[in-house]
């Protein structure tokens, strides 16, 4: 028998690693370091920079006098090496966006929408890691699982409790591609395991 290694739900083409891997954060262990690790900063649309903009009167006084000065003096975001669009960030790393609660790195704008304080939540690409979004020549969306060492105890934390990483992300899913599409993608799920291919 030949196990698919994407299936396609409505125009979405999602990496069969996103239904079979699990996986859930765990901030206690890895303290947000995904957002002060790597070497760019996180990819946004031009929707999310407008609302990024928006947001700043509510979040300026919070950002670092670094982060501060970062996006004075180039804006909210940039042009990385390989031509994304992405968060400006700090010593070439940390995301301007970042805040620290408790020895633990956050976004300021979850944070804020939390306390109900920012409109913006975050930017999604930020709420669907692991799984990155790639755009395709032909205009279909590909969801991959993107692995990353600091990501080890997510790993870890999700073979505990048995969360596919698409339950895992749940909620971020259905805010990128709506309630009717996460139900789809439920159905095509439940189908494959009929056939002992999940």
Known sequence: MTYPSFIEVGDVLVSMDC???EFCCDLDVCKGACCVEGDAGAPVTMDEIAEIEDALDTTWNNLSVQAQSVIDKQGVAYIDQTGELVTSIV??????FTCHDKGCCLCIFDSL???GRCDFQ????????PIREKKLRNGIIALNYDRWD????GREKGKEMHLPLYRFLKEPLIRRFGRDWYAELELTIEELKKQDMV
């Open 122 to 129: 975050k930017p999604i690409s930020c709420a669907l890691y």
């Open 19 to 21: 239904i079979t891997e």
């Open 150 to 153: 600091i990501c080890r105890c």
């Open 91 to 96: 010593n070439g790393k940390n995301c301007v």
């Open 113 to 115: 929408y939390r306390q």
